[in-house]
């Protein structure tokens, strides 16, 4: 993580706060996630270099850039277009080539690109996805924050030859995810 410029991907007057163990606000009532979330989410995917890997909730692109310098591929969804655009122009200016950002559309995921060995995903929906969970390979892993829109348990997903298993990774808070199979937009 320290090869990314987290002062690159927070507004500019927050820049002297880029490397503060906290969330940031972003544009769009959004959030750059606190690094060591970042850390410990990423951690908890057992990334391979070999691994192609889809993370739903771009915002400002920083994730998906560390995400980039630890597997093959990297497709990130962003259902906001403004963070859309701004995160495809930052990593291409920051040159992580291997990310690609994509605008999110009525379904949560990224189908077209599937299966994915590892799904990541910064945003909280009230059960796992079953868009998502069709999206993971075999073998795959998937670490997403499910609960209430107050707080939420973070779960690593693993696809077995016998279906999927869950565990509870710990206690998180983040934004709602948006969309067919999670939350309403209100």
């Given at each position: ?13 927050l820049?002297?706060e880029?490397?503060?163990d906290v969330?940031?606000p972003?544009?769009?009532?959004q ?6 979330l970042?850390?410990?989410m990423?951690d908890l ?7 192609r ?6 915002g ?14 990297v497709?990130?969804v962003e259902?906001i277009p403004e963070l859309?655009?701004?995160?495809k122009a ?6 992580y080539?291997r990310?690609?950002?994509?605008q999110?559309?009525?379904e949560?995921?990224w189908?077209?690109?599937?299966p994915?060995d590892?799904?990541i ?7 796992v ?5 069709n999206q993971?390979?075999p ?11 107050t707080?939420?348990?973070l ?7 016998d ?9 998180c808070?983040f934004v709602?995810l948006i ?7 209100t």
């Amino acid at each position: 993580m320290s090869r990314v410029p987290r002062e690159m991907f927070v507004p500019h007057s927050l820049r002297s706060e880029a490397y503060e163990d906290v969330a940031l606000p972003i544009a769009e009532g959004q959030t750059i996630s606190q690094p060591s979330l970042v850390a410990s989410m990423v951690d908890l995917l057992e990334l391979d270099p070999s691994h192609r890997v889809l993370e739903v909730g771009a915002g400002s692109g920083y994730q998906a850039a560390v995400l980039s310098l630890l597997a093959s591929q990297v497709v990130s969804v962003e259902r906001i277009p403004e963070l859309t655009k701004t995160a495809k122009a930052r990593l291409h200016l920051l040159g992580y080539a291997r990310c690609r950002i994509e605008q999110a559309g009525d379904e949560i995921g990224w189908r077209s690109a599937a299966p994915y060995d590892r799904i990541i995903v910064a945003a909280a929906a009230p059960k796992v996805p079953a868009a998502l969970s069709n999206q993971l390979g075999p073998g795959g892993r998937m670490v997403i924050p499910v609960g209430r829109r107050t707080n939420q348990d973070l779960l690593v997903v693993s696809r077995k030859s016998d279906g999927l298993s869950v565990k509870k990774a710990g206690k998180c808070m983040f934004v709602p995810l948006i969309g067919r199979d999670a939350w309403a937009l209100t």
